[in-house]
């Protein structure tokens, strides 16, 4: 019936509009001064829709904002950025000025505005990223506020036809764009950076196009599939010569991803606060998002760290990305962490390794963030651990532990209830304690048998203890992996499995004829 249906809400007239306006201008250079945002919202609203004003409110906000832009440019250099987020300090300093320069170009001393807003903009822009274009870690939080406000000037420049940045800082700029694309799950969204308002992917899509960027790039082309507008998306593949991969000590981030696809493997780290960040994607599906927690007692006593984090290796080729991160901790220990994924298999293998030079009780915990909507299963003879959710299945192994439950045996792995895979590992009068794992989430696996083992390993024919040298075995079906850490330098090879190696870290696959096939080698 006619009166049933949704009743429409009458729009405002122009003349209603320039009313309000005027209203709000009053209360606004009566109270306070405009802020940032609201003098480029203003600035926006005259540059497109002013003509549609009366022209008494048209004059008054004109007036107003040139005022409040120059009153606002001319305080920049007193003002406190001591606590300001990054993005801000673009907006508030460099984007401003550079918008107002446009819309008061009429105005005597606009150039100066110009110029002032592209220096802040450029300066604010190299500051805050590695000479490859990687943006600090401190920013991913609000990377896309960030990204928008350099999209936005770049934009507008381009209405004008003027230039933002000269050919070095518009390289950078795209070296940038390609990290973050390469940091985007199948979804779009950034890694480790919450969705706020605008898409991530439409966000990089308008970047990467006002940039210049190929359109045979990789990065556009991923972009372009992201966004192909069809409610149900079909699968793609982008081959490409080039690793989508990266990695900046400066910037305290590391991307490892095997290839641009729907379903592809993408790992992001970060290590500039006290604790490492990470955000797995698998096969297209959210799997890890958070902070990479840990706990060390030794002898009873809580060790905490005593230090930075520092990348301590770094390698990206044809069969996997590679990443160990390392920290000081209290009472002479270090911890080092492990971080391989993949490029052809879908596992990540994660590690912990506590080191320290007298013997004692160790005692350490794991504690990995998982994605919301995971339900898990524990195997009750083994410490196997599933996860499920929808579109994806992911196995987990906890290689230092005994593959079966033992009462008497210290150590377990569960999903606790903070959503974290928590992993408890300990060892008696031991000067070092390596903590391997291993997800898995090979479709063509999750239902072959599995089975683990630690294993011996020798020096010129004596065996070494486990915190000397450690070597585990995991095998799933057919498939099988070896990974060996050296916690102490040996004099001669260590043997393995049958394999011989002076190499500090081994992680390979064994093939149908018994022989390894390294994917990593750490000297």
């Known amino acids: 019936s006619p009166s049933s249906k949704k009743k429409k809400t009458p729009g405002l007239s122009w003349d209603e509009i320039s009313r309000l306006l005027f209203g709000w201008l009053e209360q606004v250079t009566l109270s306070e001064p405009m802020q940032p945002f609201e003098l480029l919202l203003l600035m926006e609203l005259l540059e497109n ?8 409110p048209l004059i008054s906000a004109w007036r107003a904002c040139l005022c409040a832009a120059v009153a606002h440019c001319f305080k920049l250099e007193e003002t406190d950025f001591s606590e300001t987020p990054d993005d801000q300090i673009l907006l508030v300093s460099g984007e401003v000025p550079w918008r107002a320069s446009f819309l008061f170009a009429g105005v005597a001393g606009a150039k100066n505005l110009r110029q002032l807003g592209q220096q802040n903009l450029r300066d604010g822009f190299f500051e805050r990223t590695d000479t490859d274009g990687t943006p600090h870690a401190d920013m991913l939080s609000r990377i896309d506020f960030w990204l928008a406000t350099m999209t936005r000037s770049l934009f507008i420049g381009q209405v004008w036809k003027k230039r933002l940045w000269d050919k ?51 990065e556009r082309m991923y972009l372009k599939a992201l966004n192909s507008g069809k409610k149900k998306r079909s699968q793609f ?49 959210q799997l890890l998002e958070g902070r990479w927690e840990f706990s060390l ?11 930075e984090w520092s990348a301590v290796c770094w390698n990206s080729d044809e069969d996997a990305d590679y990443l160990e991160l390392q920290m000081d901790l209290e009472g002479g220990y270090t911890l080092d962490r492990q971080i391989l994924l993949p490029r052809n298999q879908h596992f990540v293998f994660l590690s912990d390794i506590v080191n320290g030079s007298e013997a004692a009780r ?6 990995l963030p998982v994605a919301s909507g995971f339900t898990d299963a524990v195997d009750e003879e083994t410490h196997e651990l599933s996860l499920k959710t929808k579109g994806l299945a992911a196995r987990v192994f906890p290689l230092g532990l005994p593959q079966d439950r033992d009462f008497f045996y210290p150590g377990s792995l569960s999903l606790n209830e903070r959503g974290q895979i928590e992993l408890h590992q300990a060892a008696a009068e031991a000067t070092a304690l390596y903590v ?50 050296s916690l102490k330098k040996g004099e001669v090879a260590r043997a393995v499995l049958g394999h011989h190696t002076s190499y500090e870290s081994v992680i390979g696959r064994f093939d ?7 994917l990593l080698f750490v000297e």
């Open 297 to 307: 007692t030794v002898d009873g006593t809580e060790i905490s760290g005593d230090g």
């Open 168 to 218: 070095e800082a518009l390289e950078r700029f795209q070296l940038t764009l390609q990290v973050l694309v390469a940091t985007s799950n199948a979804s779009g969204k950034l890694a480790l950076c919450p969705i706020h308002e605008i898409g991530h992917a439409e966000l990089l899509s308008l970047a990467a196009y006002f940039s210049g960027l190929s359109s045979r790039s990789a």
């Open 362 to 367: 160790l005692e350490y915990r794991s504690l």
């Open 436 to 485: 391997p794992l291993v997800i898995d989430w090979e479709p063509d696996l999750k239902r072959k048998p599995a089975d683990w083992q630690s294993l011996t390993i020798s020096e010129a024919g004596k065996i070494s203890p486990r915190d000397v040298a450690s070597g585990h075995r995991l095998r799933i079906g057919k498939h099988q992996l070896l990974v060996y850490r």
């Open 512 to 518: 149908s004829d018994g022989d390894l096939t390294p």
């Open 237 to 285: 593949f982008i081959q490409t010569e080039d690793y989508a991969a990266n990695q900046s000590d400066w910037s305290a981030l590391a991307v490892m991803r095997n290839y641009w696809s729907d379903s592809s493997n993408l790992l992001m780290v970060t290590w500039n606060g006290d604790l490492p960040a990470v955000s797995l994607t698998a096969l297209g599906k």
């Open 49 to 56: 829709v002013g003509y549609r004003l009366a022209p008494a």
